[in-house]
């Protein structure tokens, strides 16, 4: 990256479709171990891997946030049938 590129994403940050951990775990908005477990019981996706790198799909992270439960223990509906 050069100079010019690097004060450009200072302005306008780039959107990313691949977090890592960390990051996912940030827009989750849940601490990195818990994360963790809900990688492991299936509730979030697991990483795609670009060489050594493990890195979540921001896609994959909203389908998987789609299908928790709400607080009353009914699950989130996504067409119209569910209103």
Sequence with gaps: ???????????????????????????????????????????MPKPRRIDGRRLWDIRHLDLAIDQLPMEDGDSTGTSWDDA
């Excluded at 827009?27 to 818990?34: A, D, N, Q």
């Design 1 to 43: 990256m050069n100079a010019r590129s690097a004060s450009l994403s200072a302005v306008r940050p780039i959107p990313r479709r691949l977090l890592s951990r960390v990051e996912a775990a940030m827009y989750l908005g849940i601490g990195e171990t818990k994360f963790d477990a809900m990688v492991l019981d299936g509730r």
